[in-house]
């Protein structure tokens, strides 16, 4: 498992934690068989976690949690949900009304899929700004991308489950984006919708896939963290450690900042679920869908808008539908497309400037995706998107080779005083 | 025209600069809902019994004659929360409406409502509610204040995150009911429609359908419009959202209950790290001898 210099230092006796020992007969039977506890202590007892790490990596394990509320809330919804044109809207009210608790479920689900996607963003924010993606965790971030697209399919298939106004609505818009293929653009989405219209076929397969593309998630989730303790967590200074002093034990150290880490998150997550509930949904999805009336503005949820932003500032159809699936597919290459062999931003002051600009562009776009795209609005929106490309085509490759980095560290412990060896 | 907010976004590094937001696409400009103050608003909000009591009046005196409730339970009047009807009184209010059925031999027949009944709607169907309005069903509602919203723009939708501000729905629900007027020179609504200062687009299709005076009120309340108007808006926010007082409740008790976690789990994230940050030597709190 070491067999480059990069890898976590695991065949070094680390002392940080127990061997596991198992005294238990019960579990010592089992172990022989199946040594799914020392796996588990391997992991997440002894494996060791740079000391230097900060709060934004605690939003790993905030994302582990959200997949797993997502999952209870949502089987248990599904006991409830009905998925057929005529009844979806109402057995939603009716989990809001008459489920024991309904109400709370539906309201952790439907604001547990924002705080899913805000947490998703922060972790990916966090690997561009210290360089997590490089070499040698080009695959987990590939892996957290295959995630992050499993969980945009699926968050959208579960806004039109809904069955209201948007969730119609969007489920038409989206489709149709299908249609900018050529020649078999139509074909594609017949065969999307199981007809000629989004109807009953669409709402039932819309159902099922949202059902089980969690699971997928579940998987490649496992994938993804197996990959980072292969290769072994970034750090803050972006730097390699030293075998022994710069690591700590995950169990207690890791997993007591993460639970501290969650339980702040919880708080925010708390806020939204109990006391501004619809505040992230759009007033037009209490109304049941109408396939015969058009929303005054169809806008998709907020974790989308950058994208919606991107895919109408192009005035071509198909272009613009290219550009939405490259502003995504553009980050599978990130790995590559930069150049820099410092990691952190933090040693890196040029590439930090054009980091947060990215971030704001982000932003712009998500609050250009939500206005009508006419005058001011489009070419803003234009400009946004140039600067997003921008970034990732040009900025990353070229800033490898001319930007002055600061001189990096010796040791995580340098820029302590009396603390390096 | 002050009705939609002027909009402002950082224009830093140049890439924004300070805008002024025109309307919302496809809609004319219609003015801003003034804010009431509600008794379900804010962490500690509570449904003013007296007030929905008066409110569910208003709809069954006046509103019921065209629009339907159809996902409301007459039982749920007597729910916790509530307008606090007592459940003799909600079967009494039940017995008072009659609810198609069929009886043993399967013909069909029209018997005394039971708490368990949703409210009948006052058509036997969607096409008989748009033929006898105009072509256009008046809407169900069941769900209407939460249905109903108006663009806050920046940076009121940003605050309303931290002031909790929800009320968008029965704020508008409110002001619409008040807000019918003569048009203004130069405006002319199309036949059959209303000028109203809050609709979209300012011609609706509904007449003003509440009068000063047109309810008898039970208990002392003021007889006039504005009260209808605010009693009718916070009855469908009751109506669209039941369990709010549960919701507000229990929310208090989880983030006071999450505090006091967070707390405890700082407290014990410091002691554990005291040695990383001290520089000890690593080792678990508990390592055994090897």
Known sequence: ?421 | MRNEPTIAIAALAGIFAALTATTVQGREASSSPPRVQWSFSGPLGKYDPGQLQRGFKIYKEVCSGCHSLNLVAIRTLADPGGPAFSTAQVATLASEYGIKDIDGSGEPIERAGRPGDRFPSPFSNETAARAANGGVAPPDMSTLAKARSYPRGFPWFLLDMITQYQEHGPDYIAALLTGYADAPAGFEAPPGRYYNRYFPGNTIGMAPPLHPGQVTYDDDAPPTLEQYSKDIAAFLMWTAEPHLVERKRIGLQVIVFLIVLMGLLYLTKRRVWAAVQNQLPLQPPARRAQ
Request: glycine content about 8%; proline content about 7%.
């Open chain 1, 1 to 421: 498992m070491n067999d480059t210099g990069t890898s976590v230092p695991r065949d070094i006796d680390t002392g940080l934690a127990d061997a596991f020992q198992p005294r238990q007969p019960a579990l010592l039977w089992l172990e022989k068989r199946l040594p799914i506890g020392r796996l588990m202590h391997a992991e997440f007892v002894a494996y060791p976690t740079p000391r230097n790490l900060n709060y934004w990596w605690t939003f790993g394990a905030i994302l582990s949690l959200m997949l797993g509320i997502q999952i209870v809330t949502g089987i248990i919804l599904a006991m409830h949900y009905t998925p057929h044109v005529d009844h979806a809207f109402n057995s939603v009210e009716e989990i809001m009304r008459d489920v024991n608790y309904g109400w709370l479920l539906r309201y952790v689900h439907a604001n547990g899929a924002s705080m899913f996607f805000f947490a998703v963003y922060v972790h990916m924010f966090r690997s561009v700004y210290y360089g997590s993606y490089k070499e040698p965790r080009e695959l987990v971030w590939i892996l957290g991308l295959v995630v992050y697209l499993l969980m945009v399919i699926t968050g959208f298939l579960g806004y039109v489950l809904v069955w209201g106004q948007m969730s119609y609505w969007a489920a038409t818009v989206i489709t149709n984006l299908f249609s900018a293929v050529p020649i078999v653009g139509e074909s594609i989405v017949t065969w999307l919708w199981g007809g000629y219209a989004v109807g009953n076929p669409t709402l039932q397969r819309f159902f099922s896939l949202h059902y089980l593309l969690p699971f997928m998630i579940v998987g490649v989730s496992v994938l993804h963290v197996w990959a980072v303790h292969v290769a072994g967590q970034n750090n803050p200074a972006g730097i390699e450690l030293r075998p022994r002093q710069d690591y700590v034990a995950f169990t207690p150290y890791a997993t007591i900042k993460d639970l501290f880490g969650t339980a702040v998150f919880l708080i925010f997550f708390a806020w939204f679920v109990f006391y501004i509930p619809n505040y992230l949904g759009h007033s037009d999805n209490y109304i049941p869908a109408n396939p015969a009336v058009t929303p005054a503005e169809i806008v998709p949820e907020w974790y989308f808008l950058p994208f919606y932003a991107i895919l109408r500032s192009v005035p071509n159809k198909l272009l613009g539908v290219i550009a939405l699936f490259a502003s995504i597919c553009v980050l599978a290459f990130l790995p590559w497309l930069d150049t820099s062999r410092v990691r952190s931003a933090r040693y890196r002051p040029l590439f930090a400037k054009f980091f947060w600009l990215f971030v704001i562009a982000c932003i712009g776009l998500g609050w250009l995706g939500a206005k009508p795209p006419e005058g001011i609005y489009v070419t803003l929106s234009r400009i946004l998107t140039s600067y997003y490309f921008a970034f990732f085509l040009i900025v990353m490759p070229i800033l490898g080779f001319f930007e002055t980095t600061r001189p990096l560290p010796k040791s995580i412990s340098d820029p302590v005083p009396g603390a390096g060896e």
